[in-house]
């Protein structure tokens, strides 16, 4: 697949993506950056698993069975997990996972999930080791991923729609993407962060952001953002972190297109990893991820020939394109015809097709900002997925093009968090695990 170039720089790379990760390493996991995030993040230990199970098969396996430790009682998974560290129990003083019975015991962690890529990287870990350890490691595994995706189901999916709902952004991975910002601001930013920013009183909030002391704020959400995001989350807290109780009247609750799209992949490597050991998924959840597979064609608009994400209560389609309108190729669960249409869409060069692709938001949109975190930048995160789609319906070409662009985006720029998709500048904090860590993917894997 690699051309010349590519086979000489390819040692290079991979030896600059170790070093790293070990340097993000810490009391057995590895954080996503030293600096910015010093915890452990859900889908950001999966995707750093993916690299590490090809240089340190122990470490990747270590990621993961540090991560279910802050598995809840529940089933849910959650976005962070804190160290026991001093810095770690600071900051989880603002999620005060106690607050729910379901939180687990001697361990702090954030209240709220990420896209389920476990059950990916579980398997993915298992393909390096033999029949006798791959079963061990599964049979070790398979019950967090069954009682997550329970937890998905029984908690998230309360009229047995086959979608589960987010409560909050930092749930999708994809913190201020147009979608869910342009859904929080019409009807659920509290009115005093709008008079805030009427005020123009909203850069009181720098002092308590810790990225923008590390990041060009241009790189960052804005303070009104992370404001109401900061609100939304106390509101939850207030709540214990309780769904039921979250979804009163006039609840902001979103059926979003990224996640689902993961978790219907992720059902699939559950299936695998169960036929491997020889045990059953309990029946419910079967149904479930029947009902899944099809409920991702409801997601689709006529109207607009496009994916969205959903406005749980109002089922009103959140008309508001992202790189997540391109998710669905992920998932698998779409037909051949749509996934080539998503393909054309791709390549369109008023949407996807830019010099350093794929931006998180199409160029033509009113959303487009090439530095501003989810709102343009291309991640390697997103860039991996959609190699994966690609590859699901028969585009191994455009697949190898895109393993190409994005690699050349990390020779140039760094193992940055982000890139600017037109100049390809790096963006955000460098040294970043998931850049590191897939661009090993990338290059071990054929
Ligand atoms: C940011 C990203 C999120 C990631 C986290 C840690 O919040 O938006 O997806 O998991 O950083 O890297």
């Not at 529940?74 to 900051?91: A, D, Q, S, W, Y």
């Not at 080791?129 to 009682?147: P, Q, S, Y």
């Not at 040294?431 to 894997?445: E, H, K, P």
Request: charged share 25%.
């Amino acid at each position: 697949m690699f051309d010349i170039k590519y086979e000489k720089i390819k040692n290079q790379l991979i030896e600059e993506a170790t070093e790293i990760l070990a340097s993000n390493y810490k009391n057995n996991i590895t954080v996503p950056s030293n600096i910015l995030y010093p915890h452990q993040w859900f889908w950001d230990s999966c995707f750093i698993a993916i690299g590490l199970r090809h240089i340190d098969i122990e470490k990747a396996k270590s990621e993961l069975t540090n991560l279910v430790k802050g598995q809840w009682k529940n089933g849910m998974i959650p976005n962070i997990v804190f160290g026991n560290n001093n810095g770690g129990r600071k900051i989880s003083n603002i999620w005060r996972s106690q607050v729910s019975p379901f939180s687990p015991d001697n361990v702090f962690t954030s209240g709220i999930t990420q896209p389920p890529m476990l059950a990916e990287a579980v398997y993915k870990v298992g393909e390096m080791l033999d029949k006798k350890e791959r079963k061990l490691w599964f049979g070790m595994m398979i019950n967090h991923i069954i009682d997550y995706h329970q937890w998905l189901y029984l908690d998230r999916d309360p009229h047995s729609e086959g979608l589960v709902l987010l409560l909050h952004p930092y749930e999708s991975g994809m913190d201020n993407s147009p979608p869910w910002m342009g859904e929080l601001h019409k009807s659920f930013t509290p009115k005093w962060i709008k008079y805030t920013e009427k005020l123009h009183l909203d850069f009181i909030y720098n002092f308590f952001r810790l990225d923008t002391k590390f990041v060009n704020k241009f790189e960052r959400m804005s303070n009104v953002d992370a404001m109401s995001l900061y609100s939304l989350q106390i509101n939850m807290r207030k709540k214990q972190y309780n769904t039921e109780k979250i979804l009163g009247h006039n609840s902001f609750a979103i059926e979003d297109l990224a996640f689902n799209s993961v978790l219907i992949r992720a059902n699939d490597y559950l299936e695998k990893i169960s036929d491997f050991i020889d045990k059953e998924i309990p029946k419910n959840l079967k149904n479930n991820i029947k009902k899944s597979r099809s409920a991702i064609d409801n997601l689709w608009d006529n109207e607009n020939a496009e994916y969205f994400s959903r406005n749980f209560e109002t089922h009103k389609f959140i008309k508001i394109s992202s790189i997540s309108s391109l998710l669905p190729l992920y998932s698998g669960a779409i037909t051949q015809e749509r996934a080539n249409h998503l393909v054309k869409t791709l390549e369109s060069h008023d949407k996807f097709s830019v010099p350093f692709p794929i931006p998180t938001v199409p160029v033509s949109s009113e959303w487009f900002s090439p530095m501003n975190y989810w709102q343009g930048p291309t991640w390697i995160n997103m860039n991996w997925l959609i190699i994966e789609g690609l590859k699901n319906y028969g585009f191994d070409d455009h697949a190898d093009i895109l393993i190409k662009k994005t690699l050349e985006l990390v020779e140039a720029g760094g193992f940055s968090e982000y890139f600017d998709p037109i100049d390809g500048r790096p963006l955000g904090i460098d040294n970043f695990s998931w850049t590191a860590a897939l661009t090993i993917d990338l290059l071990s894997s054929d």
